[in-house]
Nanobody, 121 residues
Framework: QVQLVESGGGLVQAGGSLRLSCAAS????????MGWFRQVPGKEREFVSY????????QYADSVKGRFTISRDNAKNTLYLQMNSLKPEDTAVYHC??????????????WGEGALVTVSS
């Protein structure tokens, strides 16, 4: 069992930056590939980024490539998402998720509750 808790969301102006964190419980964090997804109310959840268990390979959605950076610190059981050059269309609830599969599987094993990111124009 893995429990995930996101933090770092908030309100930022367009062009600004935020860093999300996802703290994982348990001693098996380094066994899981980790990802970020986002969802706007009334819309389907959207893939953002994914990283393998040791942090050496990453995947990004085209919409965030070059602006967002995913990383992880296995010693701290923490996943990060550095978001730069934010746009109003990045506004969403951001969820972290875990899976033993890499690259991105069709289904993730564990999900966090999410952190709200609001980008004002």
């Amino acid at each position: 069992q893995v429990q995930l808790v996101e933090s770092g969301g908030g309100l930022v102006q367009a062009g600004g930056s935020l860093r999300l964190s996802c703290a994982a419980s348990g001693r098996t964090f380094s066994s899981y590939a980790m990802g970020w997804f986002r969802q706007v109310p009334g819309k389907e959840r959207e893939f953002v980024s994914y990283i393998n268990s040791i942090g050496t390979d990453t995947q990004y959605a085209d919409s965030v490539k070059g602006r967002f950076t995913i990383s992880r610190d296995n010693a701290k059981n923490t996943l990060y998402l550095q978001m730069n050059s934010l746009k109003p269309e990045d506004t969403a609830v951001y969820h972290c998720a875990a899976s033993r599969a890499y690259p991105l599987p069709t289904k993730m094993d564990y999900w966090g509750e999410g952190a709200l990111v609001t980008v004002s124009s």
